[in-house]
């Protein structure tokens, strides 16, 4: 039993400051808080599995995950095909514009503009993507044939495509250069799976959608401790929590940013103790949910990260 501490906020506080204050609080400035302690340790602890969901990219998330995988607090990335979708664009020179959600969305189809909540992306973008992976395509198609391995697993696919950006900012370049692997189980549901279902109308781009699952087991078997930071949910998250379905633990730590709840019976709200019936998270594993934005959460968790690296 411990008493509700009352925080004192001064001027010029620093984030890891503030969540130390509010490591005696209620609510979500208390979760939040652990979250920073279970982060912190996760990442001098355990093989780190970090899972983003949710459009994170166009909402001006990149640099962040560029700068955890700079510093080395993420061992595995999963995520969609949209947020790579979007990291591409970025790194094609094309950019998110912030935008206003209540504008009428026939009018911006009429100019050439979609909507992501209050994000616009010009058609522009998405033209010059598309010419760059066909491109990209092609010369995976070229320099494979005849080659011992013919057929690419996604992870690879995805490294293939990294290699090629000049962008240093760029999350799949940033996971190339390091030896990150990225995941992106439903690669399909994204302009780059149209992409490719589109260029092998004529073409033969071969990719095995099973192989990644013995790499990404494979790093979890090996691992001493394992732990997850998922942001949203969906196929990311699953995918890494079912890893430890065929390893004998489950995750040791497990942070999840959310707003989804788990009364509807979805996967982006399930309570990471549900997760614990299937086996997917130890029954001794550090948890923790913070149900906000995590546009807000993630970059305050980061902050506070840092700082605690640097000491």
């Given at each position: 039993?411990?008493?509700?501490?009352?925080?004192?906020?001064?001027?010029?506080?620093?984030?890891?400051?503030?969540?130390?204050?509010?490591?005696?609080?209620?609510?979500?400035?208390?979760?939040?808080?652990?979250?920073?302690?279970?982060?912190?340790?996760?990442?001098?602890?355990?093989?780190?599995?970090?899972?983003?969901?949710?459009?994170?990219?166009?909402?001006?998330?990149?640099?962040?995950?560029?700068?955890?995988?700079?510093?080395?607090?993420?061992?595995?990335?999963?995520?969609?095909?949209?947020?790579?979708?979007?990291?591409?664009?970025?790194?094609?020179?094309?950019?998110?514009?912030?935008?206003?959600?209540?504008?009428?969305?026939?009018?911006?189809?009429?100019?050439?503009?979609?909507?992501?909540?209050?994000?616009?992306?010009?058609?522009?973008?998405?033209?010059?993507?598309?010419?760059?992976?066909?491109?990209?395509?092609?010369?995976?198609?070229?320099?494979?044939?005849?080659?011992?391995?013919?057929t690419l697993s996604i992870s690879e696919l995805l490294s293939y495509l990294g290699s090629k950006i000049n962008d240093r900012n760029s999350i799949l370049r940033t996971a190339y250069d390091l030896e990150i692997p990225v995941f992106c189980p439903a690669i399909q549901d994204s302009i780059l799976g149209l992409h490719a279902w589109l260029f092998n109308q004529t073409k033969n781009l071969k990719v095995d959608v099973f192989s990644d699952m013995d790499s990404i087991i494979?790093?979890?078997?090996?691992?001493?401790?394992?732990?997850?930071?998922?942001?949203?949910?969906?196929?990311?998250?699953?995918?890494?929590?079912?890893?430890?379905?065929?390893?004998?633990?489950?995750?040791?730590?497990?942070?999840?940013?959310?707003?989804?709840?788990?009364?509807?019976?979805?996967?982006?709200?399930?309570?990471?103790?549900?997760?614990?019936?299937?086996?997917?998270?130890?029954?001794?594993?550090?948890?923790?949910?913070?149900?906000?934005?995590?546009?807000?959460?993630?970059?305050?968790?980061?902050?506070?990260?840092?700082?605690?690296?640097?000491?």
């Open positions: 039993m411990r008493k509700i501490e009352h925080i004192n906020v001064e001027a010029d506080i620093q984030i890891d400051e503030l969540l130390k204050k509010g490591e005696g609080c209620a609510f979500g400035l208390g979760r939040l808080s652990y979250a920073a302690d279970v982060l912190y340790e996760m990442v001098n602890e355990a093989t780190v599995f970090m899972g983003l969901a949710g459009a994170m990219v166009p909402a001006g998330m990149r640099k962040i995950i560029v700068e955890l995988m700079r510093k080395r607090c993420i061992d595995v990335f999963v995520t969609t095909g949209a947020n790579l979708v979007h990291d591409l664009i970025e790194a094609l020179g094309h950019h998110h514009i912030k935008g206003i959600y209540t504008e009428s969305d026939v009018e911006l189809r009429t100019k050439g503009i979609s909507r992501i909540y209050d994000v616009y992306v010009q058609d522009e973008a998405f033209e010059s993507l598309e010419k760059w992976l066909l491109m990209r395509y092609a010369e995976i198609v070229e320099e494979v044939i005849g080659s011992a391995s013919p494979e790093i979890a078997y090996k691992s001493e401790k394992n732990g997850a930071f998922v942001i949203g949910g969906g196929v990311p998250k699953n995918f890494i929590l079912q890893t430890m379905l065929v390893t004998p633990n489950g995750f040791d730590y497990v942070i999840q940013l959310t707003m989804d709840r788990p009364e509807t019976g979805g996967l982006s709200g399930a309570t990471l103790e549900e997760a614990q019936s299937w086996g997917k998270v130890s029954e001794d594993a550090k948890t923790v949910t913070v149900y906000s934005d995590a546009t807000i959460t993630l970059p305050i968790l980061v902050a506070s990260l840092f700082t605690r690296l640097k000491r």
